[in-house]
């Protein structure tokens, strides 16, 4: 086994700096010294879920990047000394119909978590990346693109790749009208790619003092959601919704944004949902989600947002400072994500 040092749940609240251990490197693995690490609204949602009696170790993080410090004897697409990102996937079974389709975010026999999943080989409980090395297959470790800087893409790999699979799957594009709902992590990253791929942006935000951002990021407008005229102006008018609102809250209102035959891609709160049929007969609308992204998927988000400049607004903190980091997430307190610079667990 080898040492590192990472921050590890006590409680719904709090994590302590503490010793872990990471496998020692199987033929087909790297190690990573993990530099930057996004923190991601799922973290809380994990943290808040977890007790230290009845669960195993929590260490969150699944967006980050680092450098290569060693390889397994079989691997010989990556170096020491590379740059890489790794998102929230780390194995899959290779072999079911959702890997060789690419989507090893959907496989069968489910995809191994960045943490809090369960290793496919030792059965342990993986540890995410608030840490400062990581193991993993050199399959799900990316290249991280010259000219992407390191904090800044950390995010793409959870917040990013996530609203890019259903913003390609839905043939967003020159002409297409975009509204996103919730501009946090997810959504900022969401208006910087639609606007990058060609799309007439629009937020929906419960925040009215967004505007000015909404405005740099590159949407044209910005619509609060609790203005139920300009609401109602804006009925029908969007052929995609991507809707990243992270709490439990009434789909209707976004349904109604949505255009004949266009889409809500409810991205934030994955729970239970209610819908009214007739919010979806109205127009042929879909109600679609997704999450993650697939091997080929996430590559290819990598190459866009280099090409395209596109990267998170990050603040960047000691990971020392971990837990101001989740409560101002938690009070919505951020613009737009944190970014955990490990250096301070050397
Ligand atoms: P975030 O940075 O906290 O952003 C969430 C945004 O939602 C907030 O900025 C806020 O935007 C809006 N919001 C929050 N609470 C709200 C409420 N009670 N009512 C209305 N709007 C509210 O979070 P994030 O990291 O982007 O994550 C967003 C959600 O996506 C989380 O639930 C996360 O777990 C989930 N997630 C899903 C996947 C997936 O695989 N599908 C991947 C990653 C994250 P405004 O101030 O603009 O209203
Ligand atoms: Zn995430």
Redesign the pocket.
């Known amino acids: 086994m080898r040492t590192t040092t990472g921050w590890q749940a006590t409680g719904p609240t709090a994590l302590r700096r503490t010793s872990l251990e990471r496998r020692d490197l199987r033929p087909d693995d790297i190690a990573v010294r993990v530099d930057y690490c996004g923190?991601?609204?799922?973290d809380?949602?994990a943290l808040h879920a977890y007790d230290q009696h009845t669960k195993a170790p929590l260490v969150p993080g699944h967006e980050f990047t680092g450098v290569v410090t060693g390889i397994g004897r079989e691997v010989t697409t990556r170096s020491v000394g590379d740059r890489v990102a790794v998102g929230?996937i780390v194995d899959s079974c290779g072999v079911c119909a959702m890997c060789e389709a690419g989507q090893e975010?959907f496989c069968h026999a489910f995809p191994t978590l960045t943490y809090g999943g369960t290793d496919r080989q030792d059965g342990s409980t993986t540890l995410g990346g608030y840490s400062r090395e990581y193991v993993v297959r050199d399959a799900f470790a990316y290249p991280l693109p010259a000219g992407l800087d390191p904090a800044a893409a950390a995010p793409l790999m959870?917040?990013g790749v996530?609203v890019w699979e259903p913003l390609r799957h839905l043939g967003v594009g020159p002409g297409s009208r975009v509204a996103v709902?919730?501009?946090?992590?997810?959504?900022?990253l969401a208006v910087r790619m639609a606007v990058a791929l060609g799309a007439t942006t629009t937020?929906?935000?419960?925040?009215r003092d967004?505007r000015d951002d909404a405005r740099k990021l590159g949407a044209h407008d910005l619509i609060d959601?609790a203005d139920t005229q300009h609401m109602a102006a804006a009925r029908d008018t969007f052929d995609v919704v991507i809707d990243?609102?992270?709490?439990?809250?009434d789909l209707a209102p976004y349904l109604k944004l949505v255009a004949m035959d266009g889409t809500l891609s409810l991205?934030?709160?994955?729970g239970p949902v209610t819908v009214e049929a007739t919010d979806l007969l109205i127009g042929r609308k879909k109600l679609s989600?997704?999450?993650?992204g697939g091997r080929p998927a996430t590559a290819e988000m990598l190459r866009f947002c280099a090409d395209n400049g596109v990267a998170a607004d990050v603040e960047v903190l000691p990971s020392a400072q971990v837990d101001t980091a989740l409560d101002r997430?938690r009070r919505?307190d951020?613009r737009?994500?944190f970014v955990l610079d490990m250096s301070d667990l050397d």
């Open positions: 923190v991601c609204h799922s809380l949602h929230n975010n959870c917040a996530t709902a919730g501009l946090g992590g997810l959504g900022h937020v929906v935000s419960r925040t967004k959601s990243t609102v992270s709490a439990p809250h991205l934030g709160y994955l989600s997704a999450g993650s997430l919505n951020v737009y994500r």
